[in-house]
């Protein structure tokens, strides 16, 4: 009975709580940091399954841009596809549409770049990336120049109509513009020849 007794009053916790009052800033503030770090890291975990930021690579947007080839070739139009991205967003989406306007300068990358400018309502786009599936001709290089477009990233070298077939040494883009060559260029291609192989 006597034992019991003690538990009944709070006399027993004095001296914890004499030390718990001492370092109550410290535990507090250990708590709210790592209430803090867990927060931070359920939100990193949850972007990075959900958005899927870590797969985000070159690849991930050319596989986009090679969706919109898919779309032209499905129109019966010559498959090139572009997107351009900014902030790892898809801002503007495009494929070729010559044969559907009746426009020859209705190239996939005129279309995105079009629809960028729009998009962000900005003549130039020197945070943006183009991705497109293969080699820009001298008409889209000379628009990418003008968009002073932050980084080209293009599929499939085009040998007979690419720009480099006319300008071998020369950087048609604008100076700050970088280039990337080659990204998922088989499949580009693949469906090139897909293309070209049905119109024979
Ligand atoms: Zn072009």
Redesign the pocket.
């Known amino acids: 009975m006597f034992g019991l007794e003690i538990f009944k009053s709070d006399n027993y916790l004095k001296p914890l709580n004499q030390s718990l009052y001492y370092f109550k800033p410290f535990y507090e503030g250990l708590f709210f940091y790592t209430l803090l770090c867990i927060w931070e890291i359920t939100k990193q975990w949850y972007h990075s399954i959900f958005f899927m930021d870590i797969l985000k690579d070159d690849a991930y947007y050319m596989r986009k841009a090679l969706e919109q080839a898919e779309l032209a070739f499905d129109a019966d139009e010559v498959p090139?596809g572009a997107i351009i991205v900014q902030h790892n967003e898809i801002i503007a989406r495009g494929y070729n549409q010559v044969e559907l306007l009746k426009d020859a300068?209705a190239?996939?990358?005129?279309i995105a770049l079009t629809t960028a400018f729009g998009a962000l309502g900005s003549k130039y786009l020197p945070e943006a990336t183009l991705y497109v599936t293969l080699e820009?001709?001298?008409?889209?290089?000379g628009?990418l120049y003008w968009s002073k477009i932050g980084r080209i990233v293009y599929g499939a070298a085009d040998e007979k109509?690419g720009y480099s077939r006319y300008f071998p040494q020369q950087y048609p883009f604008h100076p700050k513009t970088t280039l990337t060559q080659g990204v998922l260029a088989d499949e580009a291609a693949f469906l090139m020849k897909a293309f070209f192989r049905r119109k024979r």
């Open positions: 090139v300068t190239h996939a990358e005129i820009p001709c001298l008409m889209c290089a628009a109509n």
